[in-house]
């Protein structure tokens, strides 16, 4: 007697949410990896301080300048960014095969230069996500409301935001994040419908 096995594998994915700061990508990577068990938040290296709350190997993994150049250069980044001045932030390889490993999806949380350059790595097996602000003054606003920054820091930030819209062009998919619910719906939808295709044609 013969048994006719059908194995699902899951494809070896990249998920990159992304976005000017201000633009609410946190809050979607958040409610996303507790909604969906088969994605895996993958932790980024970095050496901004640790903000009150957050955990060490949780968030992130917080390193010295030093540690961090030493990560750098023995090769264990796929991506790294100075996305502020003096805090650096990178993708670490070996986060990819662990989630990998676990047959998740990875998904990241970056900016949008650590976007393209995901996206050059890992051309399709990457579906990067850019969530835009209704509109510039949106955008300006939430920044502000956040209440965290000096007036020139968040001058700055600002700025910096408004030149990453432009980025919008580059990515997979663009979601509007007005209502919050709809865009998290939205969002939702397109990484359903990109791991359907994978399925149908995997990569690996
Ligand atoms: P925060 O300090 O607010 O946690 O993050 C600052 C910015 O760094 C956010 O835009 C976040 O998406 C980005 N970021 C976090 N991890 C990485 C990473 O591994 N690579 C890159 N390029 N950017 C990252």
Known sequence: MSHDFHVVVPPKKIIVITAPSGAGKSTIVRKLIKQRIDLAFSISLTTRERREGEMDGKDYYFVTHNEFQQRVQRGDLVEHEEVYPGQHYGTLRSEIERIWSQRKIALFDMDVKGAENIKKAYGNDALVIFIAPPDKETLARRLENRNTESKDS???????????????????????????????????????NFLKKAEAHPAH
């Open 154 to 192: 968040l001058k700055k930030r600002i700025k910096k935001a408004e030149q990453e819209l432009s980025y919008r062009d580059k990515a997979d998919k663009v979601v509007v994040n007005d209502d919050f619910d709809i865009a998290f719906m939205n969002v939702k939808n397109v990484i359903t």
